[in-house]
């Protein structure tokens, strides 16, 4: 067809040049109108659109593949049609305003030898009818880009995000990775947001959503924490902050470094001070007095005093399920407060036998919807963390994204002033 049309072309123009000849100009004008330009190929799915007629359109409400080949010739049954089809599109894949092409002979709208069916912003199911019927799926080519955001919250972290144009999904993937450590509900107007992330594309600009979130910083009250990705070796993302400790690693096994464990969680336990049974709801670890004693998770000070029992004490809540406390501390570190944030293994106290104890020991107590629990026996996030080694690789990686977090924050703050 096309080589039948560029001889013709070819002619047309030496008939031109021949004419060029002739003085007549109504002659010249007449041939002129016969020249054919050679029909350019529109090549979509592998299918050059210029050999047919093309129909773009959009299913309609109450249209099903059946009613939709009812206007056209197709060779075989429209019952082996549509069984062949339905491999490929089921009645749910059907959606209202979703496109289709139909390809019919040229010149024969009746001859449908393609139907085309966008299922989604990637994939198209293309049916081929010239002769039987012959189905394949295209699958656009996906493009990941690196992203990155920044802004200040503006009501809801969700609101914000979808401002910046993100869904749902990314605010689940955040609450997730700081489970443990914001209370997203607790954000505030000034707190401030950067976020790197590879993002999908179809057709270089088409958004189909995010791939995965690489590294973000929230500045919550002041203060930094930080999220980066790491792929394990099955390709799982997990987290972790600037120092390469894991975000989901929830507790530490103890409150000391080093310690023995002097009396466990005994809800029959035989009291050595008091001389009767009564239920020992901690888990005593004993160590030289002056020992620091560490925060085993991150979370918000609720409680810091002193009582008959329990000596000086601090409580701290992690999330809205745990809450850990901590007694018979001979002081305080200095600066803490109620409501001060503490990361984990951050020094919260020292061992001491403030209160009811007999010797230097923390008491560990462990909160879990408010029922202090052994925390032993509990099924706790507990990860292997990262060997020196891989700890190495990890912070060299991510230098470049906390940079650019950095810089993107910056920026967040000089808009704020200004
Ligand atoms: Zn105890």
């Known amino acids: 067809m096309i080589e039948k049309k560029s001889i013709l072309f070819v002619l047309s123009i030496l008939m031109i040049i021949s004419s060029c000849k002739s003085t007549k100009k109504e002659e010249q004008v007449r041939i002129i109108q016969d020249i054919q330009i050679p029909t350019p190929k529109i090549m979509k799915f592998g299918i050059n659109f210029a050999d047919y007629d093309v129909h773009e359109k959009k299913i309609k409400k109450g249209q099903s593949l059946s009613t939709l080949l009812d206007s056209y010739q197709i060779p075989l049954t429209k019952k082996e049609t549509l069984d062949s089809i339905s491999n490929y599109i ?3 894949d059907l959606k209202i305003r979703n496109d289709y092409y139909i390809l019919t002979q040229k010149g024969n709208p009746k001859a449908l030898e393609y139907f085309i069916y966008k299922k989604d912003l990637v994939e198209y199911i293309i049916v081929d009818l010239k002769e039987g019927v012959k189905i394949r799926s295209y699958k656009k080519p996906i493009v990941i ?5 920044g802004g200040n919250i503006t009501g809801s972290l969700s609101k914000t995000l979808s401002k910046n144009g993100l869904g749902r999904d990314v605010v689940g993937e955040l609450s997730n990775i700081y489970k443990w450590s914001i209370n997203f509900f607790k954000l505030k107007r000034e707190d401030e947001f950067a976020m790197i992330y590879d993002e999908r594309f179809v057709e270089d600009s088409v958004s189909i959503g995010m791939d995965y979130l690489k590294a973000v910083k929230f500045k919550h009250k002041g203060k930094d924490f930080y999220a980066f990705a790491r792929k394990d070796d099955k390709g799982n993302v997990e987290y972790f902050n600037e120092k390469g400790n894991q975000l989901k690693a929830m507790f530490l096994k103890a409150p000391l470094k080093f ?3 002097s009396s466990k969680y005994n809800l029959k336990r035989f009291h050595p001070v008091q001389k009767r049974v009564k239920p020992h709801l901690g888990t005593d670890y004993a160590a030289p007095h002056g020992t620091p004693i560490l925060a085993t998770a991150n979370g918000v000070i609720t409680r810091k005093g002193y009582g008959r029992g329990n000596g000086n004490f601090i409580k701290i809540k992690h999330n809205g ?3 850990t406390q901590y007694l018979h501390m001979s ?3 200095k600066g ?12 919260i106290g020292y061992v001491g036998s403030t209160g009811l104890a ?7 107590r462990f909160w ?3 029922k202090q629990v052994d925390p032993l026996k509990q099924n706790l996030p507990n990860r292997d963390p990262l060997t020196k080694k891989q700890k190495e690789v990890f912070l060299k990686e991510i230098k470049p994204l906390k940079v650019k977090l950095d810089g993107e924050i910056e920026k967040v703050e000089g808009k704020k002033e200004s």
């Open 145 to 149: 880009r690196e992203e990155m955001i």
């Open 358 to 364: 007999t010797g230097p020991h923390v008491c560990y």
């Open 331 to 333: 002081r305080f570190r």
């Open 368 to 370: 879990k919807n408010n």
């Open 321 to 323: 399920t745990y809450s």
């Open 336 to 347: 803490l407060k109620v409501g001060s944030y503490v990361n984990q293994g951050d020094v």
């Open 259 to 261: 310690f023995r464990i």
């Open 90 to 92: 089921k009645p749910r």
